[in-house]
Every structure is written in C-alpha cells, then in structure tokens.
C-alpha cells in the first residue's frame, strides 16, 4: 500500500520559515513527480509546485515563486518544501502528492495524496 505522510508543519511568525517534508512508501518513488498543494477551509485546492522525476525539474505556482523550493531526495523517499518569507495568506494545510506523470498539468494527475499538516503564519 502506497503511504505519503507529511510533517514539519507549525505556527511560525510572518517572515519566518519552514521546512515541510513528505515521506512515501510503497511505490517506486523516483518514477513519480512529486507535488505540493495547499488549502484553506471555504476554497479550493491550490497547487504550490512540484518536482519532476525524470529530471528533477522544479515548477512553482506564481504566489510561491521566489519563496519556496521543493527538492527531492530518492534515497530516503521524501520531497521537501522549504518556504521562505512567509506571509499570514500561507496559512493552510499542506499537502503531498504523487504523479507518474512527469510533468502533471492539475490535481487530477495525481494518484496517491497525503492528509496534510497545518501550516499557521502569524504574530
């Protein structure tokens, strides 16, 4: 069975920074793109970016670029989201996902998803 479980979320002061990590298990990790996604309750999912398997190419969606990078290590099985600057609108709960697609153009090219952790940014 496929797992994909998030951590390293936190309340954290605006301009601070957090490093989230997602662990999978039980699928052939380095031939998934790993994404990142994030939702606040009354909305709907937003994509943050994702890491391409075949070459490790990272995309970002325009209010996170600049601010957040997303690496992958194929050895321990897990995708990073490190952010950067962070700002009261991050608050949400972050979420993994796992495409075999190497380049997935929305949420419905994904196939295995994680349950999040609640990432808070206040003063």
């Known amino acids: 069975q496929v797992h994909l479980v998030e951590s390293g979320g936190g309340l954290v002061q605006p301009g601070g920074s957090l490093r989230l990590s997602c662990a999978a298990s039980?699928?052939?990790?380095?031939?998934?793109?790993m994404g990142w996604f994030r939702q606040v309750p009354g909305k709907g999912r937003e994509f943050v970016g994702y890491s391409d398997y075949r070459d490790r190419r990272a995309a970002y969606a325009d209010s996170v670029r600049g601010r957040f990078i997303i690496s992958r290590d194929n050895v321990q099985n897990t995708v990073y989201l490190q952010m950067n600057s962070l700002k009261p609108e991050d608050t949400a709960i972050y979420s993994c996902?796992?495409?075999?697609?190497?380049?997935?153009?929305?949420?419905?090219?994904?196939?295995?998803w994680g349950q999040g952790t609640q990432v808070t940014v206040s003063s």
């Open positions: 039980g699928l052939r990790f380095n031939l998934y793109t």
């Open positions: 996902a796992a495409s075999g697609r190497s380049r997935p153009s929305g949420p419905s090219d994904y196939s295995y």
